[in-house]
């Protein structure tokens, strides 16, 4: 049977036109209909233009428009592509593995490093290769497609500005490759998955802080204020420096006491954080409101935690959603 696939066109750099301040994201249309009629696989399609921006201006309320464009047309398609652009596409793909989870039906994103108006752009290969994969039947969740590789919505990151193997899966397998229009599945799915669960909120009062050394504690102070969950990116295995005159405990303790969530985890991004082996680690946890991680990207943790707040009703079911494992996403 014939798969139909909804495009769901959002600008970003496959889309960009020249102008007197650079690259600007424009419209496709014409360009994804001629690359598409060109194609000899099988499938139909349709085309929504949902908007047309750099990604770098993307915010949680156009991930939550895409969402809700695909729950309103999920019993319609057989899978989903979203061309989006690369600079926010690893928050986009997590933001979208938390608002629909289970899905038997595969949501792709893809784009490309170079604009299709650009000769030597590699748009019309990541546009095939995510149709390819979008009607295998091996297909299903959200996933990136780039560069001949499918990575996982929840463990990807942008790890090259230029060249255009620009994403890679961190610290854990690709979900598949696309060689010559063909799908070579790595992690398959499993024959018990859940019904497809589709959420709606977003709470973006989630911040990041990556420590560094000589960093003023008062930071803590200021993005409590601003936010209602702080991350903290330790140093190592998961450090917190101990010296009296930056007083990073007793922020993170003002913080917490004050109601915000704290949530440690390591800026190394190969093999996770654990709190408890160091002192300087130690010395922070047991305080309420403090949530230790495992091995989860930066980039999951802060949409994870947008969605948690945006659904939990108080910190145990936040604490509880943040350390549950959503495909592959916290390796314990």
Do not use: C
């Not at 750099?13 to 014409?30: C, E, F, H, K, P």
């Not at 793909?93 to 989870?101: C, E, G």
């Not at 398959?188 to 497809?196: E, I, K």
């Amino acid at each position: 049977m014939t798969k139909r696939i909804l495009f769901i066109l959002t600008g970003g750099t496959i889309s960009a036109q020249d102008s007197n301040q650079g690259l600007v994201a424009g419209t496709i249309n014409q360009e994804l209909t001629d690359i598409l009629a060109s194609s000899t696989l099988d499938f139909s399609y349709e085309l929504t233009n949902l908007f047309s921006i750099d990604s770098t201006n993307m915010q949680p309320e156009n991930w939550l428009q895409i969402a809700q464009v695909i729950q309103d047309q999920y019993n319609l398609f057989d899978g989903f592509i979203v061309v989006h652009g690369t600079d926010t596409m690893a928050y986009g793909a997590a933001a979208l593995s938390y608002l629909i989870q289970n899905s038997e039906k595969p949501i792709v994103f893809t784009g490309s490093q170079v604009p299709l108006s650009k000769i030597g752009n590699d748009g019309v290969k990541n546009i095939l290769d995510a149709v390819t994969y979008a009607i295998s039947d091996d297909a299903y969740a959200v996933s990136i497609v780039f560069h001949g590789e499918v990575l996982l919505g929840t463990r990807s990151r942008k790890v090259r500005s230029r060249s255009y193997q620009a994403f890679q899966t961190i610290d854990f397998a690709n979900r598949a490759v696309v060689r010559s229009q063909k799908v070579l599945p790595i992690l398959r799915r499993g024959n018990d998955l859940a019904p497809v669960q589709f959420y709606h909120h977003l709470n973006p009062r989630v911040g990041l802080i990556k420590l560094t050394p000589g960093l003023p504690a008062k930071v803590i102070e200021a993005y409590s204020q601003m936010t209602d969950v702080i991350i903290i990116e330790g140093f190592g295995i998961g450090g917190i420096p101990q010296l009296e005159q930056l007083d990073y405990a007793g922020q993170i303790r003002l913080a917490v006491s004050r109601g915000t969530y704290v949530i440690l985890t390591t800026q190394v991004p190969m093999e996770g954080a654990d709190y408890e082996v160091y002192a300087v680690g130690q010395s922070i946890l047991g305080e309420k409101h403090i949530i230790e991680t495992a091995n989860i990207t930066s980039e999951a943790l802060v949409m994870k935690a947008m969605w948690a707040l945006g659904n939990a009703t108080d910190f145990v079911q936040f604490k509880t959603m943040i350390q549950q494992p959503v495909d592959y996403d916290y390796l314990k």
